[in-house]
């Protein structure tokens, strides 16, 4: 189930010549709907990172529909899922009203912040992300 994570209005600064919103922005918007769908699962990125765990993007997949121009008030969607021990699948909607204009998933990975290396989760984490990847709100 896709979870409401925000809404953006277009920033002239986020389009492209042509006036429709740069491709590589819509990873940004990835991002925040990524941080936003866990924030409102109880689980701050900073805190994450304050524990010594990191989640660097390991893999992205974006699919255009349609594009956003300017002064655009577009709604991002989030839902996780997949969690498999070390990584996690972010899986993500950007529509305008009901057109949907991008979809597509990033996959993460887990790792220690001091030494870069992969690195596994356990207890609360752990239990906070199998619930997600279940979709269990």
Not at 56 to 62: F, K, R, T
Not at 90 to 108: A, H, N
Not at 112 to 130: H, N
Request: charged residues 25%; glycine residues 6%.
């Amino acid at each position: 189930m896709f979870h409401h994570a925000l809404d953006y209005r277009v920033a002239y600064a986020d389009t492209d010549r042509m006036g429709f919103v740069y491709y590589g922005n819509y990873l940004a918007l990835f991002e925040r709907t990524r941080t936003e769908l866990l924030r409102a699962n109880g689980l701050a990125y900073a805190d994450l990172e304050a524990a010594g765990t990191a989640m660097p993007v390991i893999e992205a997949h974006l699919n255009y529909h349609a594009p956003a121009r300017y002064d655009d008030v577009i709604s991002c969607y989030g839902e996780l899922t997949s969690f498999k021990g070390l990584r996690v699948t972010v899986s993500c909607r950007i529509m305008l009203g009901d057109k949907l204009l991008v979809d597509g998933y990033t996959v993460l990975s887990f790792i220690d912040m001091a030494t870069t290396r992969p690195k596994r989760i356990d207890g609360e984490l752990r239990a906070l992300f199998e619930k997600l990847a279940e979709n269990k709100p």
